[in-house]
């Protein structure tokens, strides 16, 4: 009796599984059920079949916290751009801002000058504006009056507290 019709699971569904197709939460929970165990949870979401996944990180980390205050500070989420955006004038800031989204998310920010001395770098990320804006209270198309605290950094320890700190000035 092979393995999906014990989960009770469309074949055809089941068979992303072995072609690397993005496979249901459900249809995932079901075999792993029909298994006796439990549905394996990969770090990774994307919002649609045609868009590239993103890390999700697993934890409030010192770097991920470092990443909300320089957010806080200087970025937003969403339109008009429909990408997170970071800009200042300071190229190290921009750099950190790079290293840190490529090693907590796994994405490569476009970068771009404009004048005056300023730089953006853009996330093009449904998924990870939607991360922002359900797990960490960051919301698309927020303005500075809008932006709040994350509320997972006041029950933080307080080395993360004071990474973010170190990214919000």
Request: hydrophobic share 45%; net charge positive; glycine share 8%.
């Amino acid at each position: 009796n092979p393995w999906w019709r014990a989960a009770s699971v469309d074949r055809q569904h089941a068979s992303g599984l072995g072609d690397g197709q993005a496979v249901r939460a459900s249809v995932v929970a079901a075999l792993g059920r029909a298994a006796d165990q439990d549905a394996p949870v990969e770090p990774w979401i994307q919002s649609s079949s045609r868009r590239s996944p993103i890390r999700v990180p697993e934890a409030l980390t010192p770097d991920l916290a470092r990443f909300l205050g320089l957010l806080i500070a200087e970025g937003s989420n969403g339109p008009p751009t429909g990408a997170v955006t970071f800009v200042n004038t300071d190229p190290a800031l921009v750099d950190d801002f790079v290293s840190l989204t490529v090693s907590l998310f796994g994405k490569n920010p476009y970068r771009k000058a404009y004048p005056a001395g300023q730089e953006r770098a853009y996330i093009f990320s449904r998924a990870l504006a939607l991360l922002l804006e359900r797990r960490l209270a960051f919301p698309i198309g927020s303005r500075a009056a809008h932006k709040a605290l994350p509320p997972a950094l006041l029950s933080a320890p307080e080395h993360v507290q004071w990474a973010f700190l170190s990214g919000l000035f």
